[in-house]
């Protein structure tokens, strides 16, 4: 099976820098996604990371290890709209297809 | 582009009724996921199909649900009869074949089975 962990909720003051974990344990990877909800609105696509090290974005960087299973979201220069769910999400191999298993999310509040 | 649409955004029904959720994928995309959401299950993948053909509908929770993908542009999630704990958001995405294939999602069609 498959096992995806972040913690539940992260609290981070504006113009900081935070860090959000996430561990997994699955067979077959094949890629690891972050994407970020806002509250009542769709998932939106942040990062993707198949080979290991970092992936910078603008204020956003993704990290991958995959001896470890493990990968991080780096929010720099935290500003309040950056509060959101954020969730990992792992893509493994099945027959070419593009089959994503999401962590439960990480709700990030940003405050003053 | 507009993106991924869905229809309705929210729904009301009584248990016993049948629901039917419409997508239209971006075009040109090859894949169509439909996924639920709820507070304590989190974004379940229910089924996904790759040009119109299902491949994986292991998320589907019983006999109740259904998919289909009659064509490229258009897609349906029905449930019959609906329950109390279907109540939910159901999101459908599309993407590109590719190993940076992310998904678009749509806005979600929000589910309340009374």
């Known amino acids: 099976g498959q096992n995806i962990d972040q913690p539940t909720e992260m609290t981070a003051t504006e113009g900081a820098i935070v860090q959000i974990n996430c561990t997994y344990q699955?067979?077959?990877?094949?890629?690891l996604f972050w994407y970020q909800q806002h509250a009542g609105e769709a998932p939106t696509f942040l990062s993707y990371n198949v080979l290991d090290g970092l992936e910078e974005k603008g204020r956003f960087s993704s990290f991958l290890s995959r001896s470890k299973g493990y990968s991080y979201l780096l929010l720099k220069e935290l500003q309040m709209k950056d509060s959101a769910s954020y969730l990992c999400?792992?893509?493994?191999?099945?027959?070419?297809?593009?089959?994503?298993?999401f962590g439960t999310g990480t709700q990030l509040k940003v405050e003053l | 582009d507009a993106g991924v649409i869905q229809s309705p955004r929210h729904e009301v029904t009584e248990m016993g009724q049948e629901v039917t959720l419409r997508c239209k994928p971006i075009s040109g995309h090859d894949y169509l996921f439909w996924y639920r959401q709820t507070m304590m299950r989190g974004l379940e993948l229910l089924i996904y199909f790759n040009n119109n053909v299902p491949i994986d509908d292991s998320g589907m929770p019983e006999d109740r649900f259904s998919a289909k993908m009659p064509n490229a542009s258009f897609s349906t999630l029905k449930i019959q009869p609906s329950e109390p704990r279907d109540s939910a958001v159901y999101f459908c995405?599309?993407?590109?074949?590719?190993?940076?294939?992310?998904?678009?999602f749509g806005p979600g069609t929000r589910l309340t089975v009374t």
């Open positions: 699955t067979s077959g990877f094949n890629g």
């Open positions: 995405a599309s993407s590109l074949p590719g190993q940076g294939g992310e998904q678009y």
């Open positions: 999400a792992v893509r493994l191999f099945t027959g070419g297809g593009n089959k994503l298993t």
